[in-house]
């Protein structure tokens, strides 16, 4: 079985080069090479593709075949601008699965491709209940609208090409590597700058392990209907402020079960990503993933279990205490 992973040297594309490897897979994986090798595994053949130039990626589909595509590679960030969000994850889409289509699919070989779209396309829930696969999306800012508009694009290209493309959809990823997200959070709790609940701590969210992403992009391939899209989620819908405190506890650090109001830590986050991109650091606070965190987020991962895929990480406090001990293994806390 041959793969070809896109963002293969990124957080989630390096675990999934991990598992495929593990399991005898041929994987070749696609990235920039200014990316960081610092979980690349050495038995991925590398080939060196920018996704958002055409030419590069009609030269890797002309060189290369395989028999499953996992197309990670986007721009996972709520601070990024609207033109790289628009150019990577919009024009590199449009790119990869164009030349995939002129490739033929490789003369029939290619059985599966997993698309990676993201379940905060939903955007703000009112209902208050886990969205599923075919409701209305409302994506609320930037990042969540490329989601929705590469997913959209990604539709119209299978059914231009006959593309046979799963479309993935994580709820919030957090897991080993990761230094996003929850991984924040982590973070400014374990430096003291986090000692009490922030925005709205009763808002419930679904999470996801990375193991189990992975996990399911793998299971999916081989099982998943192409044109389908699966939420993929955990069993937990535990609020913020009990995953805050959880993240304290397990960090040995003492908590105020107090809130202070996201009004008062936006100026802050303001000034956090003027100094971020001055120093040329990642923002310790993003404003549009505060507003994320602080609304409603819930999914159902009823389809992907119906699927028969079993979860890893069925509970996100079992997965944080994995994930706060990897980072003390490494020396990240």
């Not at 293969?8 to 696609?30: K, M, N, Q």
């Not at 044109?227 to 913020?240: H, I, R």
Request: proline fraction near 5%; glycine fraction near 8%.
């Amino acid at each position: 079985m041959t793969s070809l992973v896109t963002g293969c040297l990124g957080f989630i594309g390096s675990h999934l080069c991990d598992a495929l490897v593990a399991r005898g897979d041929h994987v070749i994986g696609a990235d920039l090479v200014t990316g960081s090798f610092e979980f690349f595994n050495p038995a991925v053949e590398f080939i060196p593709t920018d996704i958002t130039k055409r030419e590069s990626v009609e030269a890797l589909c002309r060189k290369y075949e395989a028999d499953v595509v996992y197309h990670t590679a986007s721009i996972f960030n709520y601070s990024a601008s609207k033109v790289v969000l628009d150019r990577v994850n919009l024009g590199g889409t449009q790119n990869f699965y164009e030349a995939i289509g002129k490739a033929k699919g490789w003369g029939g070989r290619l059985k599966t491709i997993v698309h990676w779209s993201s379940s905060s396309i939903n955007g703000r829930q009112a209902h208050g209940k886990p969205a599923v696969e075919d409701e209305p999306w409302c994506p609320a800012n930037d990042y969540e609208r490329s989601k929705a508009e590469q997913e959209t694009l990604a539709s119209e290209l299978a059914e231009q090409f006959q593309l046979p493309i799963v479309y993935l959809r994580p709820a919030g990823v957090y897991g080993p590597r990761s230094r996003y997200g929850l991984a924040k959070i982590i973070e400014l709790v374990s430096k003291g700058l986090v000692r009490c609940y922030f925005g709205r701590p009763q808002a419930r969210q679904s999470m996801v392990h990375v193991a189990d992403v992975v996990g399911a992009a793998i299971h999916l391939a081989d099982r998943g209907v192409p044109g389908e899209a699966y939420n993929v989620a955990d069993d937990a819908q535990w609020t913020m402020g009990e995953l805050t405190l959880h993240i304290a506890r397990a960090l040995k650090k003492w908590f105020v079960p107090l809130t202070l109001p996201v009004a008062l830590i936006k100026p802050l986050s303001q000034l956090d990503e003027r100094l971020a991109r001055a120093l040329k650091r990642d923002p310790l606070l993003i404003r549009d993933l505060l507003d994320h965190m602080e609304r409603p987020f819930l999914v159902s991962n009823q389809k992907l279990k119906a699927a028969g895929y079993p979860l890893q990480f069925a509970d996100t406090k079992c997965g944080l205490d994995h994930t706060i001990g990897w980072y003390r293994e490494k020396g990240w806390l």
